[in-house]
């Protein structure tokens, strides 16, 4: 059975691959699982019919027969779970692949969802600029320790996971910041994720939505 994810009619990131259903689109492309979109506007996200699958009126969403589910983290692990080639057969290998997933979401995205808060909606604020770099050294205290684990390997945990998708999911998020600049084995290491041609798909196709969506 086909999946249905949903996406931004119109993604306020212009096409940049950084709405969360990017990282679900680019775990159905690893695993060579053929999906269909719905892309639904930000009105439709608050009506009844949308929150009966996403409680909190966001995106994404995944249909597959009668599972519905919400919250990326949940359906990349799910697909993860249902296909081969996003978490490693052996389970002690397989847990740290997950333990990793949670990293990403719980331990390494809160700062840097902090700093987007701060330097679009507060920027006007009287105490901005004392607030955004106590926000960035705590972003940077994260990427040390992450940059310290991952030393010159590829990948965080022997081969690529749902772990490293997650990772470079939540790390793309601060293209243009320049913080990622100073670890200069992160940056490669986002490189290579986004370099993986399922990524690329992913991507294109998610663009593809904004492309046509401005052309209208």
Do not use: C
């Amino acid at each position: 059975m086909t999946p249905t994810i949903t996406a931004f009619e119109r993604s306020p990131d212009r096409g940049r691959g950084q709405a969360r259903d990017m990282r679900v689109r680019w775990a159905l492309e690893e695993v060579d699982q053929p999906y269909d979109v719905r892309l639904v506007s930000f009105s439709e996200m608050k009506k009844p019919a949308h929150r009966a699958l996403h409680p909190f009126g966001q995106i994404p969403t995944y249909e597959e027969g009668d599972l519905a589910l919400f919250e990326s983290g949940a359906i990349v692990f799910h697909i993860a779970e249902r296909h081969g080639g996003l978490l490693p057969d052996d389970a002690n290998a397989r847990a740290r692949a997950i333990t990793w997933m949670f990293a990403a979401v719980s331990t390494l995205e809160p700062p840097i969802l902090e700093r987007e808060t701060a330097v679009l909606l507060e920027r006007d604020e009287t105490w901005h600029e004392k607030r955004l770099p106590r926000v960035e050294d705590r972003i940077r205290k994260r990427l040390a320790d992450l940059s310290a684990h991952l030393g010159d390997a590829d990948w965080l945990d022997g081969a690529f996971s749902a772990g490293d998708l997650m990772m470079v999911g939540v790390l793309r998020r601060l293209n243009g910041s320049g913080i990622l600049d100073e670890y200069p084995n992160l940056s490669a290491y986002l490189a290579r994720g986004e370099a993986r041609p399922a990524f690329k798909r992913a991507f294109d196709a998610q663009l593809a939505v904004f492309t046509a969506a401005s052309t209208s």
